[in-house]
Each structure stands twice: as structure tokens, then as C-alpha cells.
């Protein structure tokens, strides 16, 4: 794997929280708490972890199947031109309000730090929450702005380019319907076919054919239009910053300009629109079938839904047969129904049903668990040929170390919600730093004589109520008073090499 400067980031979370409300007013189950890490187009992320820690809850709510409590998740696959999502138009409208709110926050939090730095130390504990808290609501705020517009920040400087932003967004709004007319055949006959189309002798369907051929240039054009015109207003906006490149301030605000898709903001219908860009695997592939659909029916779900074919068409039923094959699924399977397989044939379906749609990120839950030990090396042997062949990326989701250890690129280990280590496979394996990591791994049995399997002690601290500090602290054999009242920072000890733990492995070894 290349650098990761050098990577694409195809996904951006950023303090992702996803709290579920339990019986008891105002109490939260907190299964994801904070979790910001990147990832790269291309690659394969393992996460790992004990059950209960977070890991298939992360993964449902970055795809928001689970609309995410707080946080942000950023997604590069497409463009806001594409998809002009309504967020922007909301945020253009209120611009002027938006950028007084977020001064009137800024100076709030300004005012806190300034308790706080004064504060003893009981003090600054009280004042933290709130200092934090306001904290977060300035970054959004300033975020909010920063992403749309850059560095045109003060009221005075928008107004010459309010204007210009509602001519963007229109623009916008016409390219995406343009592209939303185009999508539906997307997957049809392109001219190359026609030409080779040699055994249809229905003249009929030939002309029918010939029409949609020219439906799709007319379409084409439209859309390179209205690109043409996206691009002359974004030339017309570049103008204009040009004007304040001079002002460190507004180079400080181009700099943290973002134009990814925030999906936690999305509608409904518009995440729907990026659900075949993002699809999931689940971890039991016996109750994530329908057992009333043949399996043809079940991997065309997705086509029809996302109105890539017309139902039961003689494209989309070679499609079917295309993915299957691609799965190691006989073309005869087609008119068979779920439970007339086995295990490891069930998630071959699951995972052809996931492809069908052609996606460019795929978060696979434990998708060999339920599996024997010689049908789980077919499916991880599976997934690498896909990933190859398709340039998928995967967030690979699984407590098995020796299973991630295969497959992945990069580990992250999660603990009660929270990642506490993330490197690269090869440098987690060679040099954990985290006290939890260690013990994962010792845990994984060998057939060395003379190593025993050391088994970590103690159970998982309640998700409602975790403890202060760091949250393994309960169950660290290096815990000190320290872990116990300060959370641990994220900090980078290796090149990509991250970890959030007071004692890292290096220092104690070190002095051991």
C-alpha cells in the first residue's frame, strides 16, 4: 500500500457518536463514542474487538442505516454537484445568520477558556464539559461555513457572492436531474452491443434499441452542458476569492474547505440515492435472506431498485447470471431458494447480492464467523479477487485477529466504543502499543509449547454508564491514577501509527 498522502480518502469521520436511549429517562447506551479515522480509497480496513465494543453499530451508522447521534461522516465517491443535496441550499439561505451564530459561539468559547486557564483545578473540572461542548458547537458552525464558501467569511465579504452561491446551487440541482434522468439505464445496451447484436432478428427491438442508444447521447449532451455551466460559475467564484488570497485568514479557511457529501445530513431519499454506491454484508447469512425469493429475485433486488434494469428483463437476468459467476455461484442456482444451500453458499449470495450494484465501498460484519474454518478461507480468498477486480474498498468487520491479520491493509481495535490503536496489519502485529491490543493478541491460540493462552480478565464496563478515564483502565494491569481521571489522547508514535493510551507498550518495555 502506498503512503497514505498519497490516498485517496474515500471516507472522513470525524467524533462519530451513536447513542441508543435505554428504559430510564435521560440514560444513553453509548456504542459508538467519538470515533474519527479516514478511509483510504482501495484498501481494506479490519476492525476488531470484543463483542459489544461497537464494531457492527460503526458500521451500519457511517452507511447512516443508523442515523448517526453526532459527528461527522464525509463521503468523496460523488460530488455535491451530483447529488446537490438539500443541507447546501438550506446553508446558502442562511449564510449571513449562520456566520453571526458562529461568532457569537466563538467568543462564547473563548470566554470559557479563559475561566478555565484561570480556574484551580477542581474548578476547570466543572468548567470542561461546557468549554468542551462549546467547543464543538463553534468547529460546526465555522465548518458549516468554511465547506460552501471558503474563505468569504464576514458578512460584508458574501455579499458581492450571495448571488453567484444560488446560481451554483441551481446549476447543481439541474446537473443532478439531468444525471438522475440518465441513471436509469445506465447498465443498458451501449453501441458496441448493437453492433455485435448479430442473433436478434426482431426488427422491431433493433429499432427500440436505436432509439434508447440516441435518448442516451441526447442525455449525455445535456449533462456536459450543464457541467459547461457549473464550471463558468465556479470560474466566475474563483475569481472572486482570488481577490483575498493575500489575507492569511482566508487562506487559513481554504485550507479546511471540504467537498465531500456529510451523509449524517442527508434526507432520506438522498441517502437512498447513494445506497448503491455503499452496501453492506451481514453477519448471518441465514437470516439476512428472504426465504420466500429464489436467489435470482433476491441478487436483482438491488438492480430494480435502484432502477438499473426493468424488472425481469432479459439484460438484468444476464447481469444476475454475470454476479453469480462472479461469486462462484452456478448459473443453475438461479430458480433456487435459500434454504436449499449451505452455509458458505448462503454467503456467497449475500456477498453477490451486495456486488450486484456495483458499489465502491462495502462494510462486510462478520462475514466468515458463522462459517467453517475451510469455507471461511474460500469467502476471504473471494473477497480479495472482488476488491481487485472491482477496486472496492472494505471495512472488514470481525473479533478474529487471525482472520484480519490476512485480509487487511490497516486494524483498527475498538474498545466500549472508542478506537484505542490504528496502523498498518503488519506494524500492529510486530509492535502493539496498547494494553488491549496486547492482550488480543496473546489470546490468539498457538501451537508453541512453551507460550500460554493468556486470557484478559474481567468483563466490559457498562456502555451507559463507562468508566472516567480511560475506559480500560478497569482491566489494565499497567493502570495508574492517571487512567483513571484523564482520558487519553489520540496521538501518532510511529509514522500512521496511532494509539490513545497514557503507558504505550514502548515505555514500559523500555523500562522493563
Request: glycine content about 6%.
Amino acid at each position: 500500500m502506498q503512503n497514505n498522502e498519497k490516498k485517496k480518502v474515500l471516507l472522513k469521520i470525524s467524533n462519530l457518536k451513536q447513542y441508543f436511549p435505554v428504559g430510564k429517562r435521560g440514560l444513553y447506551v453509548k456504542a459508538n463514542d467519538g470515533v474519527t479515522l479516514d478511509i483510504y480509497e482501495g484498501e481494506t480496513l479490519g476492525l476488531v474487538g470484543e463483542s459489544g465494543c461497537g464494531k457492527s453499530t460503526f458500521g451500519r451508522t457511517i452507511l447512516q442505516l443508523y442515523r448517526q447521534t453526532d459527528g461527522r461522516t464525509m463521503y468523496y465517491g460523488s460530488s455535491l454537484d451530483e447529488l446537490a443535496p438539500k443541507y447546501v441550499r438550506v446553508t446558502y439561505s442562511k449564510l449571513p445568520k449562520l456566520i453571526r451564530k458562529q461568532k457569537k459561539l466563538h467568543e462564547k468559547y473563548e470566554h470559557l477558556k479563559a475561566e478555565y486557564d484561570a480556574a484551580d483545578e477542581k474548578e476547570q473540572m466543572r468548567l470542561h464539559t461546557n468549554m468542551e461542548n462549546a467547543r464543538k458547537a463553534d468547529n460546526d458552525a465555522y465548518l458549516n461555513i468554511v465547506n460552501l464558501v471558503g474563505g468569504f467569511y464576514s458578512v460584508d465579504d458574501l455579499k458581492p457572492c450571495m448571488e453567484l452561491f444560488k446560481e451554483r446551487f441551481r446549476a447543481c440541482t439541474k446537473l443532478h436531474s439531468s444525471i438522475e434522468a440518465r441513471r436509469p439505464t445506465k447498465l443498458d445496451y451501449d453501441e458496441a452491443e448493437f453492433a455485435a447484436d448479430k442473433e436478434d432478428a426482431n426488427d422491431a427491438k433493433r429499432e427500440k434499441k436505436q432509439k434508447l442508444a440516441e435518448k442516451l447521447k441526447e442525455m449525455d449532451r445535456v449533462i456536459e452542458g450543464n457541467r459547461k455551466e457549473l464550471a463558468q460559475i465556479d470560474a466566475k467564484l474563483d475569481a472572486l476569492r482570488s481577490q483575498y488570497k493575500s489575507d492569511s485568514e482566508f487562506q487559513k479557511h481554504e485550507a479546511l474547505r471540504d467537498d465531500g457529501i456529510d451523509l449524517a445530513r442527508l434526507t432520506y431519499p438522498e441517502c437512498r440515492l447513494l445506497r448503491s454506491q455503499m452496501q453492506y454484508i451481514f453477519q448471518d447469512p441465514y437470516s439476512s435472506l428472504n426465504p420466500r425469493m429464489t436467489i435470482g429475485q433476491i441478487i436483482s433486488e438491488g438492480l430494480v431498485a435502484h432502477k438499473y434494469f426493468k424488472k425481469n428483463g432479459e439484460r438484468m437476468n444476464d447481469e444476475v447470471l454475470k454476479v453469480m459467476n462472479e461469486c462462484g455461484l452456478a448459473d443453475y442456482f438461479v430458480h433456487r431458494f435459500p434454504h436449499q444451500f449451505s452455509g458458505g453458499q448462503r454467503q456467497r449470495i449475500c456477498i453477490a447480492r451486495s456486488l450486484a450494484v456495483r458499489p465502491k465501498f462495502v462494510v462486510c460484519d462478520e462475514a466468515v464467523s458463522a462459517l467453517d474454518v475451510s469455507i471461511q478461507s474460500q469467502i476471504l480468498n473471494l473477497l480479495r479477487d472482488l476488491k481487485q477486480d472491482q477496486k472496492l474498498t472494505y471495512l472488514f468487520i470481525t473479533h478474529d485477529l487471525s482472520v484480519v491479520k490476512y485480509i487487511s491493509d490497516r486494524i483498527g481495535v475498538m474498545y466500549l466504543g472508542n478506537m484505542v490503536e490504528l496502523a498498518s496489519s503488519e506494524s500492529m502485529f510486530r509492535h502493539p502499543y496498547h494494553p488491549y491490543t496486547e492482550a488480543l493478541l496473546n489470546a490468539i491460540p498457538t501451537t508453541e509449547e512453551k507460550k500460554d493462552l493468556i486470557v484478559l480478565e474481567g468483563d466490559i464496563p457498562s456502555p451507559v454508564n463507562p468508566p472516567k478515564g480511560c475506559k480500560f483502565h478497569t482491566r489494565c494491569k499497567y493502570c495508574t491514577e492517571i487512567c483513571e481521571q484523564v482520558v487519553p489522547d489520540w496521538e501518532e508514535v510511529e509514522p500512521d501509527h496511532f494509539v490513545a493510551c497514557h503507558h504505550k507498550l514502548e515505555k514500559l518495555n523500555a523500562g522493563a
